[in-house]
């Protein structure tokens, strides 16, 4: 008798028809609120790591969050090493060691995570944001 495979509940994207062969983002990555850009198709690498971004507001409410934060631990996240390779992108200001990115026009987020720490890492997380 053959199984067949697990059902994937349906809020869990599939990141196939978004990562090319060789890791990068196929699609333009938007913001999900306005639809600015953010980044250009092949800027970007697909990486999986488990990171905690506070729930999606405005930038003013972002820097003064005070004791518990509201949230999700995401794990699929686009990677990018330089800032400039953004289309368009906001910074909070520094919440300890963390810069929250958002959409700079809407300024609505984070939709990703900077650690002050390693100025080579960048991550926009998939759930976040949405991809055309």
Request: glycine share 6%; net charge negative; aromatic share 8%.
């Amino acid at each position: 008798v053959a199984l067949s495979p697990p059902c994937t509940s349906p809020s869990r994207k599939d990141s196939s028809d978004l990562v090319s062969e060789d890791g990068k983002n196929i699609k333009s990555v938007l913001c999900q609120r306005c639809g600015s850009k953010v980044l250009c198709p092949g800027m970007a690498v697909f990486a999986e790591i488990e990171l905690f971004l506070p729930s999606m507001r405005k930038k003013s409410s972002l820097s003064n969050t005070e004791g518990s934060v509201d949230g999700d631990t995401l794990t699929a996240h686009w990677l990018v090493d330089d800032m400039f390779s953004f289309e368009n992108v906001g910074f909070t200001k520094d919440v300890g060691k963390i810069k929250y990115l958002i959409c700079a026009d809407c300024e609505i987020g984070p939709i990703g995570w900077h650690c002050l720490d390693d100025k080579k890492k960048f991550y926009i997380a998939l759930d976040r944001v949405n991809h055309e």
